[in-house]
């Protein structure tokens, strides 16, 4: 009779001791490796950005080849796929809408620019000017 006592006894799972040690241990593991994973993510969106904002710029190179000038900062990255009113405007020059940054706002683009004929950068994901995140087409 103790025989089948201990054949019930070994099926019936875990204990609350072995789910709670389990369940350290994987939070453990999350606490170690989710930070890693987080800073690869960064690192990719900002890889992204610096891509995105080289694809804008040789658009914005076509137009200025093609129209004698940059967009102004009034016309902005829209003049890129939508005619300003300009008459040798040959576009659109983006084969899609302007995009958004990674982060889902808007770039920011200033003609004349303070770093060159043109400034064209986002903010990063804190979403402050003038921090060590922004993304920039001049650095």
Same mark, same amino acid.
């Given at each position: 009779? /103790? &025989?089948?006592?201990?054949?019930?006894? /070994?099926?019936?799972?875990?204990?609350?001791?072995?789910?709670?040690?389990?369940? *350290?241990?994987?939070?453990?593991?999350?606490?170690?490796?989710?930070?890693?994973?987080? +800073?690869?993510?960064?690192?990719?969106? %900002?890889?992204? %950005?610096? !891509?995105?904002?080289?694809?804008?710029? /040789?658009?914005?190179?076509?137009? =200025? @080849? %093609?129209? &004698?000038?940059?967009?102004?900062?009034? %016309? $902005?990255?829209?003049?890129? *796929?939508?005619?300003?009113? !300009? #008459? =040798?405007?040959? &576009?659109?020059?983006?084969?899609?809408?302007?995009?958004?940054?990674?982060?889902?706002?808007?770039?920011?683009?200033?003609?004349? $620019?303070?770093?060159?004929?043109?400034?064209?950068?986002? @903010? $990063?994901?804190? $979403? *402050? #000017?003038?921090?060590? +995140? +922004?993304?920039? =087409?001049?650095?």
């Amino acid at each position: 009779m /103790s &025989g089948n006592f201990d054949e019930r006894r /070994s099926e019936r799972g875990f204990t609350l001791i072995e789910l709670i040690v389990v369940l *350290v241990i994987l939070g453990l593991l999350a606490a170690v490796v989710a930070p890693r994973i987080y +800073d690869k993510l960064a690192k990719g969106k %900002e890889q992204i %950005e610096k !891509i995105q904002i080289k694809e804008l710029e /040789s658009a914005l190179q076509v137009f =200025s @080849f %093609e129209v &004698g000038r940059y967009p102004t900062t009034a %016309e $902005g990255l829209d003049a890129l *796929v939508r005619n300003p009113g !300009i #008459e =040798s405007w040959k &576009g659109p020059y983006l084969a899609k809408e302007v995009p958004k940054d990674q982060w889902g706002k808007p770039y920011v683009y200033r003609c004349p $620019g303070m770093h060159g004929a043109y400034d064209l950068y986002t @903010f $990063g994901p804190d $979403g *402050v #000017e003038g921090t060590d +995140d +922004d993304v920039c =087409s001049w650095k």
